[in-house]
């Protein structure tokens, strides 16, 4: 069994797998930048090492990692999400100098994370592929000819992308000409590869992924779906497990059709199938992600299967605790994600002190956070901030419940988005259940609120008035 596992990454997901590991009775060694200094997962490890003073590079330098692993006496490494965890370089360097890598092979993750690969692996597999390119595009013409074999509008699209960035919709010939430089560049950016593909657009689609995990021994399961609908340029905002939108037979399909693709790839460890489901009902592979998601705690949430620790167990080697007709799916879950974002001013990062912070609590309540009174929110990583999950048996005790935790949580001192989702709760099309991933886009109306002052924001006016008024 792995006894000491060093976690490549930061913030709540650090914290997340500091907890699998403790459960476990396994050693934890964390990694820091200096501006994460002050974050929790540094003060939860067993063991923390700064990385100096580079913001971003410390957590993306595989040879400093691995060698810091080796000489710490860890015998793996958790990845978590974003950073290296889609770097094949990573599970490679890894198993050179002996150490597990928590996740699936370099081979697969690297055949994955190239999504017309993994497009292509689909496709052979037998599964539904959104219909587009077969491989890159090599030039503008080529996108054109096959947006008119298919139909506007389309989607250009990073061949390496990822965190909903590099993507661009085209809504006739103009616009795929004047877009495909543009996603270029951005591709080139963002991800460090300029390669793009083109898919047909899947007009108001619902994104629906189905949770799989395999073992080293030809075992493979799905724990049901999660349907992340609510997004806002193509990111996640809200997360629910179960999809309220499936009948019981789409669900059998579409965990028949991942089980599949994850076999068919010989896919290890925990992993992610996107879909995209249409208005007709039609279910098409978009994409597949090699490692732990943001989302996995709803299917926690719903199927009591600790993911982070089953992660661990396969990469030990074990084979899976579960059969398929073992898993038990019970009620639903939510997960929002708290942004430090402004949502009445264009979601404007917020960064800077939290004055006042306490978690949500009471049944069926979960926060997965690195955060606490007093934390200074850094200006260089992802926005998100903390993660509050709900469950509860029924649809709408989960909304109730939902809005219960959220208003129960305080954050104080920065911008969120916890008002524009109880904004979201309160919508009577969301309350319903039914809604596609053009709902944040057609309702601005939402990001419209009446803000309550707070204690402490009333706090700082004062403050505020006091220093315009004496000049201290
Ligand atoms: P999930 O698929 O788990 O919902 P997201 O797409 O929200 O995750 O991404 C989670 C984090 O990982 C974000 O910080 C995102 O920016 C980052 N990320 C995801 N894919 C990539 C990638 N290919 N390159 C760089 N960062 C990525
Ligand atoms: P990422 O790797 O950044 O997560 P995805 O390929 O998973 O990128 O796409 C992110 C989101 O963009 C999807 O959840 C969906 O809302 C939208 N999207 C992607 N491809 C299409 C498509 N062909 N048609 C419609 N929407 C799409
Ligand atoms: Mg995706």
């Given amino acids: 069994m792995i006894r000491k596992v060093l976690i490549a990454n930061r913030g709540e997901i650090a914290v997340r797998i500091i907890r699998a590991c ?5 050693r934890s060694v964390a990694i820091y930048a200096e501006a994460d200094r002050f974050s929790l997962h540094v003060k939860k490890a067993d063991e923390s090492y700064s990385l100096g003073s580079d913001p971003l590079a410390g957590y993306l330098n595989v040879h400093r990692i691995v060698n810091l692993a080796v000489s710490t006496g860890c015998d793996a490494i958790h990845p978590g999400y974003g950073f290296l965890s889609e770097n094949p370089q990573l599970a490679e360097a890894c198993a050179r100098r002996g150490i597990t890598f928590i996740g699936p092979s370099a081979k697969v993750i690297h055949r994955m994370g190239d999504k017309t690969q993994a497009r292509d692996a689909m496709r052979r597999a037998g599964l539904p592929v959104t219909p587009g390119s077969e491989g890159n595009l090599a030039n503008v013409e080529e996108a054109i000819e096959l947006a008119e074999s298919f139909g506007y509008p389309v989607m250009l699209k990073a061949t390496n992308g990822g965190g909903g960035r590099g993507i661009r919709r085209c ?6 000409r004047s877009n495909y430089d543009r996603v270029i560049s951005e591709a080139t950016k963002a991800f460090g590869r300029a390669e793009i593909f083109l898919e047909k657009c899947i007009v108001n689609p619902h994104h629906i992924e189905v949770q799989v995990l395999a073992d080293s021994h030809g075992n493979a399961i799905h724990l049901y779906e999660r349907d992340c609908s609510i997004q806002r340029r193509n990111q996640k905002l809200i997360e629910i497990a179960p999809s309220p939108q499936l009948d019981e037979a789409q669900r059998q399909y579409i965990g028949g059709l991942a089980v599949m693709a994850t076999k068919a790839v010989g896919y290890t460890n925990a992993g992610t199938v996107e879909f995209l489901l249409d208005q007709d009902g039609r279910f098409y592979f978009m994409e597949m992600n090699t490692r732990v998601q943001v989302e996995h705690t709803i299917t926690e949430a719903i199927t009591g299967v600790d993911i982070v620790e089953e992660q661990i167990r ?16 019970r009620g639903y879950a939510i997960q929002f994600r708290v942004n430090a974002e402004d949502p009445q001013n264009g979601f404007l ?19 997965d956070t690195a ?14 901030l903390a993660k509050v999950i709900v469950w509860a048996l029924g649809w709408e005790d989960a909304i109730m419940r939902g809005e219960r935790a959220l208003r129960d949580m305080g954050l104080y001192g920065i911008k969120t988005t916890i008002p524009y989702y109880l904004q979201i709760l309160r919508h009577p ?3 319903s259940g039914h809604f596609d991933t053009s709902f944040v886009e057609a309702h601005p109306e939402l990001t419209r609120f009446h803000h309550k002052l707070s204690n402490d924001d009333l706090a700082l006016v004062l403050a505020a008035a006091t220093v315009a008024h004496t000049g201290f």
């Fill in 22 to 26: 403790y459960e476990m009775g396994i």
């Fill in 429 to 431: 099309q969301f309350r």
């Fill in 171 to 176: 809504e006739n010939r103009q616009d795929l």
């Fill in 314 to 329: 396969i990469a030990a080697g074990l084979p899976l605790r579960f059969r398929q007709e073992e898993i038990v799916r």
């Fill in 371 to 384: 955060i606490y009174t007093g934390y200074e929110v850094p200006p260089y990583y992802d926005s998100m």
């Fill in 349 to 367: 990062p917020s960064f800077g002190r939290i004055s006042r912070y306490y978690a949500p609590g009471g049944p069926g309540v979960r926060t």
